[in-house]
């Protein structure tokens, strides 16, 4: 059976540094035996169908193609349709009434309770906000990612450890759905 996926790459043609060109990211993956390989944007997103290997082994593959390629670590997360159909579709915040620069999605490498985030006093940084979903971190910062202190925090390294984590804005989220749907 085929699966439609999405490689979530993380930290790569951000500042002029790590360049993965989409060209060559969908070069590798079709090398890597993905079929119907299609990349959206330059930030790190590629869609691929798959009739082997499951979300974590896939996420291997790829990281250690992409070292090697490129000469430089990228972390990869992979999740299939379902999954990212899910993640939209539960969003606590109403999407629809925002604006596609307030509201983003951090995807974790595993799940994440709320204890990790324990020590952030939501109340300090309203009106942003954030809820935790199913290996995700739904944000609203109405002042853009850019602008916000929530964010900034919830970045930090000892939050994080251990996990692979990586944000993308709303239109990226919706894209990422429609694009694995197709």
Partial sequence: MT???AALLRGINVGGSR????ADLRTLLTD?????VRTHLQSG????????????????EIARALEER??????????????LRAIADACPFPAADLEPKQLHVTYFSAPVTPDRFAEIGQEAYLPE???LGDRALYLYAPN?????????????PRINKGLIATTRNWNTVVKLVEMTGA
């Fill in 3 to 5: 699966t439609t996926y």
């Fill in 19 to 22: 360049k993965v060109p989409m």
């Fill in 32 to 36: 890597l035996g993905l079929d119907d």
């Fill in 45 to 60: 997103q590629a869609v691929f169908a798959s009739g082997h290997g499951d979300e974590e082994s896939l996420a291997g």
């Fill in 70 to 83: 490129f000469g430089f670590g990228v972390d990869v997360i992979v999740r299939d349709h379902a999954y």
């Fill in 129 to 131: 906000e954030f809820r």
């Fill in 144 to 156: 853009g990612l850019g602008r916000s202190k929530l964010a900034e925090h919830l970045s930090k």
